[in-house]
Nanobody
Framework: QVQLVESGGDLVQAGGSLRLSCSAS????????MGWFRQAPGNEREFVVA????????YYADSVKGRFTISRDNAKNTVYLQMNKLKPEDTAVYYC???????????????????????WGQGTQVTVSS
């Protein structure tokens, strides 16, 4: 099974930037979809962005569009989340997730559902101070 490990979380001031990494080990299929989610204390897990290993357009949550960018390096089995213009409301534990792709169509709403992902990392803490 796929194992996922996040890194890069830190405490940063509002307006700053961070880059999170998700390293995948084990068997990875080209048909997998990779996603980033986050969860703040007292809140449900929130979708951030998703992308297929095979390429295509990523799908972003409106709350991060224009500030966050997902990328991947298939040779390194790693996906990244570049976070710019961070806000205090971005404070959360960020989780990397992997799921077997369910459609050949462009990613959309279904990619935002945690149930679509069968593999999860342990999370990395991002704290944005004001």
């Amino acid at each position: 099974q796929v194992q996922l490990v996040e890194s890069g979380g830190d405490l940063v001031q509002a307006g700053g930037s961070l880059r999170l990494s998700c390293s995948a080990s084990g068997r990875t299929f080209s048909s997998y979809t990779m996603g980033w989610f986050r969860q703040a204390p007292g809140n449900e897990r929130e979708f951030v962005v998703a992308i297929r290993w095979s390429g295509g357009s990523p799908y972003y949550a409106d709350s991060v569009k224009g500030r966050f960018t997902i990328s991947r390096d298939n040779a390194k089995n790693t996906v990244y989340l570049q976070m710019n213009k961070l806000k205090p409301e971005d404070t959360a534990v960020y989780y990397c997730a992997a799921g077997r792709s369910w459609t050949a169509y462009a990613l959309g709403y279904e990619a935002s559902r945690p149930a679509r992902y069968g593999h999860w990392g342990q999370g990395t803490q991002v704290t944005v101070s004001s």
